[in-house]
């Protein structure tokens, strides 16, 4: 089963919905045995934001492993990806339930969409 939550980084919602929303969030990944993974969803042009350094810190504590996948990576240059991919795998070190590489993909351009549902794939055979 694949479970979407609410994106409540660069959402324009009132504060309060945001914090229902952490609350919500936290409620669902805390004690759940059967969570075999979690795809955190990050915005190749605007990196890593302040609310998805708290969930990262939120899942190393919970001990739920997870990907750091970037989407629309289609909108920077190889250089500017590389960079990125570089800088988020250095801040992916230092938190022990993340994997060490970046996912970087791109809906439009449909890179790295295989790769990922191939990962996908793999988790629910175990």
């Given at each position: 089963m694949l479970v979407d939550l609410p994106g409540y980084g660069y959402a324009k919602v009132p504060r309060s919905e945001a914090r229902r929303w952490t609350d919500l969030v936290e409620?669902?990944?805390?004690?759940?045995?059967?969570?075999?993974?979690?795809?955190?969803?990050?915005?190749?042009?605007?990196?890593?934001?302040?609310?998805?350094?708290?969930?990262?810190?939120?899942?190393?504590?919970?001990?739920?492993p997870y990907w750091a996948v970037l989407t629309k990576c289609d909108k920077l240059s190889k250089a500017q990806l590389a960079d990125l991919t570089d800088a988020i795998e250095g801040e992916l070190a230092r938190h022990g339930a993340a994997a060490p590489r970046a996912m970087p993909t791109s809906a439009r351009a449909l890179s790295g969409i295989a790769e990922l549902r191939a990962g996908l794939a793999a988790i629910s055979r175990d």
């Open positions: 409620a669902y990944l805390r004690g759940r045995p059967n969570l075999r993974r979690v795809c955190l969803l990050i915005d190749a042009r605007r990196g890593v934001g302040e609310s998805d350094r708290e969930l990262m810190a939120m899942l190393d504590v919970a001990a739920v």
